[in-house]
């Protein structure tokens, strides 16, 4: 294995356990891009029921790039992992719901080959590489993620049921997919977490198929849940009409 170049990511360098609750992210561009996004976002929001949604997103957020979680994104492949399911199966479902339910320009089945289309790109080394060594293209992925989920994701709210329930399952596949791809690699893909996984007791590829089990089993399982919502849904509308 090739000894990695010095990656400083957006994040920060890779912690060790014994730092990790000292790395809080206090960036105050970003405190003022989060701040902006709520309260235009809020401006939207008709129902209790869509503001819930919001201050959920907002705090996950927080969770993600503000708490030490986000230091933590540095070192282990494992946390990035869960950080993009968060941004893309949490966050993007709870703007979505935020939002009033309307038609998105290109449909459910475009927007489901853009988002996966996006998601493995990213997930390509090289270009992984280069979000964790440039501030500007870190930013661009987790905006590009972010918002073709939540596109995503509003499409499917606003498409007919079955159009709904199929961009969520071949979204869950594709998932699936790319996480089994990475639980079965025999080989670390991701020079940025080379060394940082081996402080919290993982080498280098055990970091890399835990990240790809956590795509795989819970990864898939967010959008395998929400397809059965929306059927049971449809369900229910369709036997309420039958019973009046």
């Known amino acids: 294995m090739d000894q990695p170049t010095r990656w ?105 080959g853009i988002h996966a289309a996006t998601f493995w790109l990213w997930h390509a080394p090289p270009l992984y590489e280069a979000a964790l060594s440039n501030d500007a293209i870190y930013w661009l992925m987790q905006a590009s993620l972010t918002l073709t989920a939540l596109a995503l994701w509003r499409a499917a709210r606003a498409a007919p049921v079955t159009g709904g329930v199929f961009a969520l399952l071949a979204t869950m596949v594709q998932m699936g997919l790319l996480g089994a791809l990475l639980s079965f690699s025999g080989t670390a893909l991701y020079a940025p977490h080379y060394i940082g996984p081996i402080a919290w007791g993982l080498s280098p590829i055990e970091d890399q198929n835990l990240a790809g089990l956590i795509m795989w089993v819970p990864g898939a399982g967010f959008y395998l849940v929400a397809a059965l919502m929306l059927m049971a849904r449809w369900f229910s509308q369709e036997q309420k009409a039958v019973a009046a």
């Open 8 to 112: 400083i990511p957006y994040c920060g360098a890779a912690p060790v356990p014994a730092e990790l609750w000292a790395r809080w992210n206090l960036d105050p561009w970003l405190l003022l891009a989060l701040t902006g996004v709520a309260i235009a976002l809020w401006r939207l929001t008709r129902t209790p029921h869509e503001q819930r949604a919001l201050l959920a997103a907002m705090a996950l957020l927080l969770i993600l790039f503000v708490s030490p979680f986000c230091a933590l994104t540095s070192a282990l492949f494992s946390a990035r992992a869960v950080h993009h399911l968060a941004l893309t199966a949490i966050v993007a479902p709870l703007l979505a719901l935020a939002l009033p339910v309307r038609r998105v320009p290109g449909g459910w089945a475009a927007w489901t």
